[in-house]
């Protein structure tokens, strides 16, 4: 069954052999363009196909959205794509592929079409149709000197050719404005004004001190509040490499992030400005002895899903494809509502350049949250942004810190105690007393059972943050048993060269 924002499949059959195989159903506008006919054709050829590209490639959902500028008659075209998650990414782009040489037969001059299949299916229109945040934009094409033409014969072959590898659609040039490097340019903002912003990086302006430098809070000419990121000198990445990074994590849009306002990069300076969060960060209220009665039970909820809703986006839906490695309380920011914005995303990504392989020699993060397979191997991923959700899942709910155990001479981390009163059905004990007048004791279980499942010790047991949405957000999503949380090594090897922010 189809619809406009759903699909529904059933069958007898556990998978489909021949996903390429199946029908497609088509659809299309009975409006044309009526001027630029080539131009739009092939706008939407680029378009279709490097949302293909990046719902096969770069997501794995198997989802992508894109948008392109065209004329004053249609300023944009919208598009998306989509399979079924348990295709392969190669099967997945064969799928669309398929289904996408149905635009020079059918779909020509078309302002809108879908093609449906049982695994995959792809839709353009001249309107928006969708909601959440744009995956792939494209530029407007040249203006053309030629009068129009039908669609070039050249269209099937490129839509049916998948990149020559899966890395070159994650190059941040194919999915970035050709403006990219205006855009950050327009972001720049001048040392002199952030220095009378910042009392010339005043001590008693300092909001904190974190692995990649300290943080200035500063006040504008206009009175609007910033937050100044000073980042550490021994970054030798150079300005321009610097300014394409920045133009893609400046893109970087969700509710439950900090947002980039500006940079400045003069007199050997490396600044980020950022909103300012007038609540700081998290630890400063769930660690003191005085704050922590202000978080009840819906707050910490709301705090525990918000942050997963971040980080899917920046593992999952986002323009990059982001690991944090640095997810903690402290790095957790609360707005005047109380609502979590994650902040440092993106940091080790631009400011570390070794460091963006799936292993690296230098590793940074926080004792007590990092994924074993972190520390001991250098192997990071999505799941190890996981483990450190689920370490801070249950910091919130116990209100106690895993760095203190960590660092005691306790014989256990909290995680395995957390686990010990689990399996003994005693681990309501282990809450935050200052919740006793507020909390939902299902809604504590369900959540220490959901950290309890992202801190195993196997990375491939570890829930992707879609499906700690989903668990979240609803009490019919069955959990699976937990196993025993890895065992957390007080004092790691130095061959690693780890450098504890």
């Known amino acids: 069954m189809y619809y406009d924002s759903c ?12 996903p390429v195989a199946a029908r497609t159903y088509r659809f299309w506008e009975y409006t044309n363009v009526t001027s630029e006919k080539s131009q739009f054709n092939s706008l939407v050829a680029r378009l279709v196909n490097a949302t293909a590209d990046y719902a096969a490639y770069n997501s794995t959902r198997r989802y992508a959205s894109g948008e392109a500028d065209f004329d004053r008659e249609f300023p944009k075209i919208y598009s998306w794509a989509q399979c079924t998650p348990d295709l392969t990414a190669v099967q997945c782009r064969q799928c669309l592929a398929k289904n996408m040489v149905l635009l020079p037969e059918y779909f020509v001059d078309s302002t809108g079409a879908r093609a449906l299949q049982v695994r995959c299916s792809f839709r353009y229109q001249t309107y928006s ?31 049916t050719s998948p990149p020559p590898a899966a890395a070159s659609t994650r190059d941040p040039s194919y999915f970035a404005d050709e403006e990219d490097n205006e855009n950050v340019d327009s972001m720049l903002i001048d040392i002199s004004t952030l220095r009378v912003a910042t009392g010339d990086f005043a001590d008693s302006n300092k909001l904190g001190d974190g692995g990649f430098g300290a943080v200035y809070k500063g006040i504008l000419p206009d009175g609007d509040e910033i937050a100044v990121k000073r980042l550490s000198k021994s970054s030798t ?14 893109k970087l849009r969700h509710k439950n992030l900090v947002t980039l306002l500006g940079v400045c990069l003069e007199q050997q300076e490396r600044l980020l400005v950022y909103e300012f969060v007038p609540n700081r960060s998290l630890d400063l209220f769930l660690f003191d002895v005085e704050k922590h009665v202000e978080l009840d039970w ?11 809703r971040g980080l899917q986006y920046l593992h999952e839906d986002s323009q990059l494809r982001v690991v944090h490695r640095d997810l903690k309380a402290s790095n957790i920011l609360l707005d005047k509502e109380m609502n979590p914005k994650i902040s440092d995303f993106g940091i080790a990504r631009l400011f570390a350049q070794d460091q963006t392989h799936g292993i690296t020699n230098r590793v940074i993060g926080s004792y007590g949250y990092m994924a074993p397979e972190y520390v001991m191997r250098g192997n990071y991923s999505v799941k190890s942004d996981s483990f450190s959700f689920g370490v801070m899942v249950l910091e919130i709910v116990t209100g106690k810190k895993n760095n203190d155990y960590s660092n005691s001479k306790e014989s256990q981390d909290l995680l395995n105690a957390i686990w010990e009163r689990w399996m003994a059905r005693t681990v309501l004990d282990m809450m935050d007393p200052s919740m006793n007048a507020s909390f939902s004791e299902s809604g504590v279980l369900r959540c220490i059972h959901i950290g309890l499942l992202c801190v195993q ?21 069955s959990l699976s048993a937990p196993s025993r949380p890895a065992f957390y090594a007080k004092k790691a090897s130095n061959n690693l060269g780890i450098t504890s922010t």
Request: charged content about 20%.
């Open 7 to 18: 699909t529904l499949h059933y069958s007898n059959a556990s998978r489909d052999p021949a």
């Open 237 to 250: 990445q150079g300005v321009e490499e610097l300014k394409n990074e920045l133009s893609l994590v400046a």
């Open 298 to 308: 819906e707050k910490r909820y709301k705090i525990i899903n918000g942050v997963a």
């Open 129 to 159: 149709f969708f909601d959440g945040p744009v995956m792939v934009r494209l530029p407007a094409p040249a203006p053309s000197t030629e009068a129009p033409a039908p669609a070039p014969a050249a269209v099937p072959t490129v839509l």
């Open 457 to 477: 010790e196997n990375p491939a047991d570890r829930p992707l943050m879609s499906s700690v949405v989903m668990m979240l957000g609803s009490d019919t999503v």
